[in-house]
């Protein structure tokens, strides 16, 4: 069955760390794939997104990720968090020939300051 | 990008009775609509997909007899719990994707908090 794997549930930093938090997918074939965070008492919002092309993805809020086929990994990093990035984080994917979006289980990142 | 609204932001019902929740797309068509399901510390579960004027495609374990969902037009769709049950208490999410370049990405609503007390 199609999935996409989130290796931490929580992750625990303090600010000025850097972060990579991984994520695996199980798709065959194209996939898009998509980078979401929930900021507490907030929506998803889209983080960054990798169709095609330069397999290294910048986001918003520094954020960057690195789609690396071989791996089938597309795992989200950040050089140097701050206290405003504690949010929860799901990466996910989208078959480019099927509009259902996949989720990961979310990864909880708290920042102290 | 694009907004999708989803009210209300949260309801409590009293067991038995029936909620509606309602996803709108503000700015685009969105021809296919999702509904989430999320647990806490758990991720958003797929319930089912409904493209305009058709039956949705639940997924495997949801109700559709309990989960009724409508998408009667390109920015409306509608999740009716019905006979609502403590064991439905969740956060329900719409998302929404259009055609062209829109069908590349979903764009979620804020969120349903529903209790069932």
């Known amino acids: 069955a199609q999935s996409v794997s989130q290796h931490n549930h929580h992750v625990i930093l303090s600010e000025a760390a850097s972060l990579e938090l991984g994520c695996n997918y199980s798709?065959?074939?194209?996939?898009?794939l998509f980078w979401y965070v929930q900021y507490p008492g907030q929506h998803l919002q889209l983080l960054l997104k990798?169709?095609?092309?330069?397999?290294l993805v910048k986001g918003i809020k520094g954020f960057e990720a690195e789609f690396i086929k071989s791996k089938f990994s597309f795992n989200l990093r950040k050089p140097s968090v701050q206290w405003s990035d504690t949010a929860e984080y799901f990466c996910?994917?989208?078959?480019?020939?099927?509009?259902?979006?996949?989720f990961g289980q979310g990864t909880i990142l708290t920042v102290h300051p | 990008g694009a907004v999708v609204s989803q009210h209300p932001s949260w309801v409590i019902c009293k067991s038995g009775t029936s909620v509606k929740i309602e996803c709108r797309s503000l700015?685009?068509?969105?021809?296919?609509m999702f509904w989430y399901r999320q647990f806490p510390k758990q991720s958003l579960m797929l319930m089912a997909t409904?493209?305009?004027?058709?039956?949705?495609?639940?997924e495997q374990g949801v109700e559709k007899d309990k989960f009724l969902i409508n998408h009667a037009s390109l920015t409306l769709s509608t999740l009716t719990v019905t006979s609502a049950h403590p064991e439905d208490s969740s956060f329900y999410i719409c998302?929404?994707?259009?055609?062209?370049?829109?069908?590349?990405?979903?764009?979620f609503g804020q969120g349903t908090r529903l209790t069932v007390v």
């Open positions: 998302s929404a994707s259009g055609t062209g370049i829109m069908n590349t990405e979903a764009f």
């Open positions: 798709y065959g074939g194209t996939v898009n």
């Open positions: 990798y169709f095609s092309g330069d397999p």
């Open positions: 996910a994917a989208i078959r480019t020939s099927y509009g259902k979006l996949t």
């Open positions: 700015d685009f068509q969105a021809t296919t």
């Open positions: 409904s493209n305009e004027g058709s039956k949705a495609t639940y």
